[in-house]
Structure formats: structure tokens, C-alpha cells
């Protein structure tokens, strides 16, 4: 065999192949004879294999994106080559993505990049002076005067200072220092970041990272990744979903016994749970992570998108700072934030910030190597995210339109919010918490003994077979709640509230509601 | 201490704190006589700190980014602070970003990117009908016709198709699938992602992987992360950085003593070494990887970046194939692009791809579920893409521009290139072999014994305090050879070709010899 590839390939093929690619000369002829080669491809053994791979890359889940949305995209495809199914279209309703069900990216944020991709339109009269003077301000801090740069690996200086500006407004004048403030590649990134550096140890003392159950699943594909030990606390369903201090402990106490925790997540408002965590809660969380000594982590991306009049959204770093200076000066903590969510929209940017307080003075240097080696966030990214903390004021040119779009985004989300509650909760079998933020339902199902027999046949979890049906008569792709976790014995699934277009909608949870019933009836496909 | 925190967060204290953002209450106030906390902030011991921190992390090293890059950075804010030097800025040659030297970017990739940034120029007169196809085009593939979309976790379908087509014109007619196409953050996250998920085993069987010296640090920094095994292969500075067959069999007897080696990294074009690969060099080494099961690796990002008449590029992709179909259907490769480099140079935009071709199939699935969970590339960066791999053809409106932009900017890059090389060599004690390809010269600099004592009795490699003194004296700051590895007793430095104005150039080439020769007579400062 090695002599017919010598042959092939020490130059006795012509450079020109034919019109197959391989080469016609009568070395190939020879090599073929010798290698008993056919003109298919013959196949020797792989390198990478399930067996000889990364097996903490095998052992990554991320529902997300799924099994499930892979039969979405099979759907699809089915339906462009015109098969017939009892719907037209996909909903894809697994993913936070605005602008894909149609929400309108911010105007004033769409002509501030424009400006600054193709500089030539700062002599347009087409864009506002305002929208100019953010892109010059932009540009002027960039290398070259181009997005096409490099930035610092940090991030953009002005940006750093904008995005400090910003926390220091929302936290009512709690200090932010923009040297405290790195600009990252959506928050997902920084959190993977943050997480890689802070895993250590093996066996017993191998790093534990505790995170809610149900948890936006980024962190325990990010735990499998890293070889950590994923902690679960349960957040509270018949409380809307609240964290209780005493879940915390009971979670932290179990896990001394084989790992060394050393992490605690908290995503606020909640992913996929939505709920919005009260002021006292985070005093008692901070308090928590104060005494037990853990580093905490709090996804905030969903901030600005808060519905319910009776909740308001606390900073971690503005509560950790008014709890005084035991507190602030020593809990070590890192807030996330994102381009993708509020009312911006902007998923495909991949802009993002944390802001990481507390850290010793030797782990900042650590942390911007780490970063450092992926040279910078995408700087288009990093001008959203510029154009999210500081958007038009009162007074600006911009404002009005900025004011109205801004509104009318909410509006819509709260609305679809509240309309998605009231309807899973009048189909039997349904119950959905009050959403209070975030952009998703996370009803409880419930599944029938023999619905769940006829899952474990099929060798599904029960709401995944609960949710491939759904996808399969409906076109609706969710993601089942066991992507999320959740606890033993209940079934859920997250919903995109964004999705619904409610004539249909009701179409879907009617048909929801007929899923059902065959469930409890007992019937299989 | 705790009873003191606890009555200074239960709610004790005013919710609106004071201006310095303390509460000033009486709890708080009891609460800081009882920890016999003055005003000051107290510390105590981090959760984060170098010991406890993750050890494949502290083990990290980016030069590019590393410690000389940040002493240009203070010598940059000292000549803001007005403190008189013999340079009034730093020149920064560390790095490989053509548009923070001053080059422009590419009219029409521009055009193309603001219009799908901002639709609403689709109607401006301002730009050229062709310009609005492509972008009419991407933005038809993307979700919601949006930007701010997350795309599939592989990229946009179209995208991958122009990657695809552009391969294989490239290629001269060897075919690409658009389904071995991903998208990605740069090369540097296809890189890193490839390499995460080859690496596996244990004590002497885990994962070597063989890369370049001197090499682009990204790969050594990557293989710290995964604590996987480093194995160095010597590029021939005697013959132009060539690499040598002998020379990797070498390198994979000695590993196979401690390590599984399992990939074989290639640059070509070389960083930092220039050299551009024969296509009988290249058939050695496929044909090396084919024999001894390696994974391949060819990053490719200089493909455009041919400045010598004797060199071509040819990409391991066509080499491989006209192999013939024991190699095209057997060797695992993955081929790596960018947008940063070439001449488009748009390194902010963070885009890139790799083509993987020969993966098991089960492997496929866990590739792109594994980069789902960071959900996709920034979409600017893969509209950028599309354009590096699409650009306008002759006929087309906006061709004439876009091929003289081009020939302008690969014009000035082999100038710069060409004399960077000559100037280098009239210094002595410098020798700079001819510059093929890429962006940097890697001259070798011959350091006295003296000047080699000094630098040790300073704790620095020699050429690193070399460049110190060089940064120092001339404000220009390289990337010291010591970072990208060099045989043992030779020194050298990386120089970006694009950063030499010339008459401030030869300025500095003065000093590069008068440093040189005050090292040589042993001088200290």
C-alpha cells in the first residue's frame, strides 16, 4: 500500500487532474493495482472517533440546540420539498432570539454601526448629528480608526468607560470602575471565561459550581467542559420559582462530601424560569456566598426586560455594595450583560460585558491573558454594546424615536408575556407561573403514567416525547424542560414567548391541550 | 464579625445610601465598631488567587499580547503624561493588524456591511447595485433578515456555500462541501475548537500535538489550556524556515516515549517565519501525517500574503486531493481562513472559517454540538467572509475599484516586506532571511555573551532584553523570538513589515545596530 501512494504522489502524477480530481497517469493506474483500490474511496480507521475524543466534550449537553431542533431543521426541510404536514411553517420558539421572530432591531443603534462600518455616511445628511457624534466618538478610540482593528484584549477604552457610566446610573450612583469591566463575545463567553479560570483541584477537591435547577444550560456544558462538579440547587416552583437561602445550604452541605465548592450562579431575572429574584433575596444570597466563601457569578442579561409591576430588578454588585463594606470590599463577584436581550435584540453581534469585582490583585493580569490569547471581542459587538449603555437622552434628536421603539418592544414582550401565562394556563394538563421577566414560559406538564411508560419505550425522557409530538403535529419547537433540569418526577418545557402569533397560538395550545388528552388517554403514535 | 454584617444588611439600613454609598445608620454605625472596621476598606483572603486559580491557565503565555506589549502600554500613558523620551510614540510592530497601521479597508466589503447593518440604505443612490445583491443576499439568509440574528451554530447556509465555491476555484476545480464548512470566531476559535475536541488520555497517553518552532503562540497557549502535550518540530533557518521531513520524524520518535501524538499543526504561510510551503513539501508532510495517523492542521490565513516570485501558495486541501483517494478519503484535515489578514485586513471583525474534511461521521454531530454552545459566530464577522470569499468579478460595477484597492494594499505589503528585509540585513549583528510570505520579518540577532549574562542577571531571556531596549530607546515595540520559540542559543525578534516608515524606519534601524553594538561592548544601562 505505501508503495502505490509513493507512487501516487512522488510525481508521477500530472499536476492537472482529471475531471474526477484523481490523477490519470499510469501511476495511478499502478497505485490502484497494487492498493486494490477501487474507484470509490476505501476507508481506514479514523484518528478522531467517540472512543479517542475529548470525553469532556462528549459528555456536553446543550438542549438549546438540540435533538429537538435538529427534528426542526429535518421538518423544515421536509416541508421545502413539499411534503404535506398539518402545518406551513417551523416556529422555532427554543431560542431567545428577537429579531428572528421579527421584533425591529433599535434604529439609532443600526445607524450608529452603519456609520461606523462605512465611515463615508458621516458626510450623509441622511443620519441624525447625534448617531454621527457616538461614531466618531467610537472610531476615534479605535486602532487605525477602523472596527477592522484589533482592540485592547479588555475591550475598547471609551467603551469600557461607557459601559462604567452606565452601572453607575442604574445602581443609583454606585461606583463602577471601568477598569473592573471587560467587554466579551456575548456573555456566554465571558462566563465560560470566568468559570475556566476559577476550575481546579481533582478528586474530592475538584472545583464545585452551584447553579439553579432549572438553569439556562450554557453552565453545565460549560461544567462538562471543564471537567467540573455540577452543584444543583432547586429553585422553588410553588413559589414562582424563588431561591431559598435554605436550598443553598442543603445543596452546598451534600456537596462538601465530593467536590470543593467554590462557585455559586445566579441568573436574574431567571432563564428559562423568568422569575425576578427580590431585593432581600439577594441580600441573603450575597450574605450566603459572603459566609461560605464563594465566588458568585450573576447573569444579568435580562435586566431590562422585567414585566411584572410588582418586581424590580437589583443589581448584585448595587445591593453587594449597600450591604456595606464587609460585604463589598470582599465578595468576590462578576455581572453579566449582554447585546442579545432587553430591547435591543442584537443575538448576532455577540456583544457583551462583565464587570468582575474584588479579584485579587494578581488574578486581573491572569484573567486579561486568558483573554488576550483570543486577541479581542468582535469590536462591532463591542459598539452595540456601547450603543445599549448609552443610548439617546432627553434632548437628543434621537430620543423620541429611540423613547417609541424602545416602548413599543416592551410593550409587545410584556404583552406576549402576560397573553402566553393566561393561555397554557387554560389548557388542562398546563400550569404556568406568573412570568415576571425574561422572555420565556416554563409551564409544568403534566404527563400521564402510561404517556411517561411510552416515553421510556421510545427511550426519551417523557417531555422530550412530549415535545417531539408537539413539534411533530404542530410545527411548535420548544425545548423540554429536562434540558433545563428540573425536578425529579416533573416535566416542563420553555416556550419563547415572542413566538406567538396569537391567532395561531391558539391553534397550537388547542392542539397542546388535544396532545394531552391522547397522552392521558393513552394512545401512541 | 458576622453578627456586625448581619445587622448591617437585615434590613437595618436605609435603602438610599449615602454619598459615598454606605448606609449611615445606626446598625451600620454599631456594625463597624463591633468588626472594628474603620472607613477603609478590610481584606480578606481571596477565593480567587494564583494557588488556587486553574493551573493550565497559570501556565498559559500569549507573547504577542505578553509582557512587552504591556510595558509599551505604560511607556505610551508616560508620553501622554508629557514625560520626554527619544520617540514621541510607540510604534507598535507586535501585532498583525494592517488597518491599525494605517491601511484602508476594502471599499465594497464595507459597502456590503453597512448596507446589511442598516437596510435602510438598500434605497440610497450612494452605493453600487452590486453591493445591495450581496447584501439583499445575506440578509435573505439571515433569521428575522437581520444581523442581529443568531445564524445556525455552522454559520449561514449561504455563507458556507460561497466558502465552498470559492475553495474550489481556488482549489482549481477540487470540490468543497459547504457541509465541511464552519464558520467561526476568527481562526483562532476554529483553531482552538479543533484542538479541544482531539484531546484525550492520560499520563503518557495523552494527546501530543506537534506544532511549528517558532510557531504562532496561539497554538502552545491553546495546548496549556487542555494540558495537552506540546511537541516541537524545528523549522530549518539555514534553508529559508523550510520544514523537513526528517525533522518531524524526529520530533514524533521522541514524543511517542511520553505522550500519544495525534496532530500535526502546519502554518503555511509561516508565522513568524514567512515561508511558504513547496507543493512537494506539502505532499511530505500529508504523506508523513497519512503514515504515521495524524490529525492535520493547516492554518492557512496567509494564503493571500505571497510576496516572493519563486512561491506559490497551494493549500493542503488541493494537495491532498490530487493525492489521490488513499489520502483524499483517509486524512483527516482542517484547513483554517480569517478575515484578518490578506488584504482585507479585518482583524476587529473577528471572522473566519475552517473546512474539515474526513471526520468520522458520528464526530460531525459532536463538533457542531459543541460549538452550539457558544450558538454562533458574530454575523458581521461571517458577512465579512462571505465577501473575502465573494468579491466583485470582472463586468461588475464595483470591480475596477476593488482591484486596485487590492493591488494597492499586497502592492505596499511586498514593498514593505522587501525592504524590511534588505534594512535588516545591512544591520550588523542582524540576519533576516528573504521574507516569502505573511507580515513579519523574524530576523535572528546575534547577542554577545555580555549582553547575554546581563539579560539573565536581570531574569529576562536575551532577546527579550533586547527588545526591552529597543522599546526603550526607539519606542518600537517586537515581539521578542523567546515568544514563539526558537532552537536553543539563537535569538530573534517578530517585526510587522506594515509598521516601517521608512524614514523614521531607518531611524530606528540606526538604533536597532547602535543598541546592538553597545550590547556587543557590554554595556549596561
Known amino acids: 500500500m505505501q508503495r502505490a501512494a509513493a507512487l501516487v504522489w512522488r510525481g508521477c502524477c500530472p499536476r492537472t487532474p482529471g475531471p474526477w480530481g484523481r490523477s490519470q497517469s499510469s501511476a495511478a493506474a499502478e497505485a490502484s493495482a497494487v492498493l486494490k483500490v477501487r474507484p470509490e474511496r476505501s476507508r481506514r480507521e479514523r484518528i478522531l472517533t467517540l472512543e479517542s475524543m475529548n470525553p469532556q ?27 404535506k404536514k398539518p402545518f406551513t411553517e417551523v416556529i422555532r420558539a427554543n431560542i431567545g432570539d428577537a429579531q428572528a421572530m421579527g421584533q425591529q432591531p433599535i434604529t439609532f443603534l443600526r445607524q450608529v454601526m452603519a456609520l461606523c462600518t462605512y465611515p463615508n455616511l458621516l458626510d450623509s445628511p441622511s443620519f441624525p448629528e447625534d448617531a454621527k457624534k457616538r461614531a466618531r466618538r467610537i472610531l476615534q478610540a479605535c486602532g487605525g480608526n477602523s472596527l477592522g482593528s484589533y482592540s485592547a484584549s479588555q475591550g475598547v477604552n471609551c467603551i469600557r468607560e461607557d459601559v462604567a457610566a452606565y452601572i453607575t446610573r442604574r445602581d443609583g450612583g454606585v461606583p463602577a470602575d471601568p477598569d473592573n469591566i471587560y467587554l466579551t463575545t456575548g456573555a456566554s463567553d465571558g462566563i465560560s471565561t470566568i468559570l475556566k479560570i476559577l476550575v481546579s483541584g481533582g ?29 444543583n440547587y432547586y429553585l422553588d416552583e410553588e413559589n414562582c420559582w424563588a431561591l431559598n ?29 423568568g422569575q425576578v429574584q427580590s431585593r432581600k433575596c439577594i441580600e441573603d444570597v ?52 449582554s447585546t442579545s436581550k432587553g430591547y435591543m435584540g442584537e443575538c448576532g453581534y455577540r456583544g457583551g460585558y462583565m464587570e468582575v469585582i474584588n479579584l485579587h490583585p494578581e488574578i486581573k493580569g491572569q484573567l486579561v491573558k486568558l483573554l488576550s490569547v483570543r486577541l479581542c471581542p468582535p469590536v462591532s459587538g463591542q459598539a452595540a454594546m456601547d450603543i445599549v449603555v448609552n443610548p439617546p437622552v432627553p434632548g437628543e434628536e434621537s430620543f423620541e424615536q429611540f423613547r417609541r421603539e424602545k416602548e413599543s418592544v416592551l410593550g409587545n414582550l410584556a404583552k406576549k408575556a402576560k397573553l402566553t401565562e393566561d393561555l397554557f394556563n387554560q389548557v388542562p394538563g398546563i400550569h404556568c407561573n406568573p412570568l415576571q421577566g425574561a422572555m420565556y414560559a416554563f409551564p409544568q406538564i403534566f404527563i400521564p403514567r ?76
Not at 456536553?60 to 413539499?82: C, D, S
Not at 456595606?324 to 465578595?331: D, I, K, L, R, T
Not at 425536578?487 to 397542546?512: N, P, V
Open 57 to 83: 466534550v462528549k459528555a456536553v449537553e446543550y438542549a438549546v440546540r438540540g435533538p429537538i431542533v435538529l427534528k426542526a431543521g429535518e421538518i423544515e426541510l421536509e416541508l421545502q420539498r413539499g411534503i
Open 203 to 231: 478528586g474530592k477537591s475538584r472545583t464545585g459550581v452551584m447553579i439553579p435547577i432549572p438553569q439556562y444550560p450554557l453552565y453545565s456544558a460549560v461544567i462538562s467542559e471543564l471537567d467540573a462538579i455540577q452543584v
Open 245 to 273: 437561602v435554605n436550598e443553598l445550604r442543603r445543596a452546598l452541605q451534600e456537596a462538601k462530601d465530593h467536590c470543593d465548592p467554590k462557585v455559586l450562579c445566579i441568573i436574574n431575572p431567571g432563564n428559562p424560569t
Open 286 to 337: 450575597i450574605h450566603f456566598a459572603w459566609e461560605e466563601k464563594l465566588f458568585l457569578l450573576a447573569d444579568e442579561v435580562y435586566q431590562d426586560n422585567v414585566y411584572s409591576p410588582d418586581c424590580k430588578f437589583h443589581s448584585f454588585k448595587k445591593v453587594l455594595y449597600e450591604m456595606g463594606p464587609e460585604y463589598s470590599s470582599n465578595v468576590e463577584l462578576a455581572s453579566f450583560h
Open 450 to 525: 402510561k404517556a411517561v411508560e411510552a416515553a421510556q419505550a421510545h427511550k426519551m425522557a417523557p417531555d422530550m416525547f412530549y415535545c417531539m409530538k408537539l413539534l411533530e403535529e404542530t410545527g411548535i419547537c420548544v425545548v423540554p424542560g429536562s434540558g433545563f433540569g428540573q425536578r425529579e418526577g416533573t416535566y416542563h418545557f420553555r416556550y419563547l414567548c415572542l413566538s406567538a402569533a396569537w391567532g395561531w397560538s391558539q391553534l397550537g395550545l388547542g392542539k397542546l391541550g388535544a396532545s394531552y388528552h391522547r397522552a392521558r388517554a393513552g394512545s401512541r403514535d
